[in-house]
């Protein structure tokens, strides 16, 4: 918006919304001897952004080149990478790898896991490894994902002021369109700041926006299980600014559950074989448990790609002009019922945060309705309004797999090739969503954002999953977070060293 006039306030560095990006920006900004104010739509009491319903994952490129490789080669898949600059692929390389060491400086912990890049078939998913934080410096009384707790202590260390409950409206651009400040709302007052350095757009993603959800997303409906409060604020307000956008119409998706009432607003995770992970356990063996599409067929090698399933999803049937893979059907049984809750309780809404408490054994979320269950696979198909002859063949061939040792169809992990069985079957709907979007205004190696006209606008920056970098794949669980960090410094350190005005 072209804004001519006085403002109420200015300051050196605006960082607009409070998730990890937010943070690690105005954290740097700060550090590098800016006057810095972090403004969050939602009110103290309560805040919860995507980051802290994380699981705290981050990954690190431990070798530069295989990491520039594999982020190259996963552009190239839907031929992405001759519009992408070279420069940005290696600033992500370079900084996110420089993680640890930020983290180290600053008192952050955590551990190494024994997860690499989500992609074998393509060069250096080997270079990329997974990393998970550990709890240290949140403020007292916090409960979530230990990486967000942490930054929100560093925020807290360093009084950076947060103003809370004010949303960004608008950023205010001068007669040439640079960015010089931003307008804010709270409380029905509005406010203009202005800035001499600039402007941080952090304000995470469009998953809780229908409206936007619709328009871009290749499917409705799309359920996603973080924070009520990213409606795509920052792609509004990019537009208006003269931004291009990218990566709108993909994001790193996986099979949702939704539960209507409880603390379920969006949807949740769930946890095939109730190991507390994504994969299999270790040390028991898998119960029971397949995927199957309205035909009652399997479709895919359980679990399928933890960041891509949802791509598999979208394959619809042009005669019929139906989605016969929406919604899929998760079935198990009595053993799967019993070994542990059916979504995750380490991340999301039934995590630490606490929106809805899942009960231990299952059963009170059987009673709201929310999973279906009968005494044969028969049964269940005619409940779930499945084809009960197809369903019977489907487990039967899948039992037969299992004796083999070897999945004929689609080759699924043998250790994972544990029968349906026993007096008791039951089922889930799953739908397309994930963790989060990762559209939004394109960024450059420097975090700046870039114009539609070419170039960038001059004192805008951005940082995290709003027009994030990750496009039609996403490199691994830790991405996203590992994203925020990397490109909030970068974020942070250019926009304090950025002058408004030449000043
Ligand atoms: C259950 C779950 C588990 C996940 N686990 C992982 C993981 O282990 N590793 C990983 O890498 N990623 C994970 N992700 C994804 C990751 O958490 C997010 O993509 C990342 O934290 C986004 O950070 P952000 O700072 O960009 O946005 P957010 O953390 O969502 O912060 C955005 C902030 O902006 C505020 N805001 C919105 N609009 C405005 C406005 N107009 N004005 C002011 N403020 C505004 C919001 O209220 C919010 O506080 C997970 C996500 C979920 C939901």
Redesign the pocket.
Known sequence: MHHTGPFDRTVDVVV????????VAAVTAHDAGAEVLV????QAAG?????????????VPEDLEGAVAYLSAMYAVNGELSTVDPALIRAWAEEAAANPAWLDRHGGTYVKMNIHGEHPSLPGHESIRVYKAQPSGSPEGYTG?PM?GFLRGLIAERAIEVRYG????WLLTDAAGAVVGVE?ECDGQVRRIGVRRGVVL????YESSERLKRQYLPISPAH????E???G??ITMAIEAGAELWHMNVWPGHFVARFPGGGYTGGT?IDLWGSGRFGPPDDVRAPGSIFVDGTARRFIREPGRQHAANLELLAMDADSLTYPRIPTWWIFDQERFERATLVPTY??PA?PVGDYTWSEDNVAELREGWIQSAGSVKELAVVCGLDPAALERTVARYNEHCANGVDADFGRDPVTLTPLGGDRYYAVPLWPGG??TVGGPRRDANARVASIRGGSISHLYS????GSLHGLLYPT??????E?LAFGRIAGRNAAADRVGGS
């Open positions: 607009l919304g409070l998730g990890d990006a937010g943070a403004v969050e739509k939602q805040h919860r952004p995507n980051s802290r319903y994380a699981a705290g994952f981050f990954l994902c967000h004010t949303a960004a409206r804010t952090a304000v995470g993603g996603f299980y973080g924070t409060h990213n409606t604020d920052g995770g991340s999301g995590g963790s989060h940082a995290g999953e709003l669980g830790g991405g996203s977070i590992a925020c």
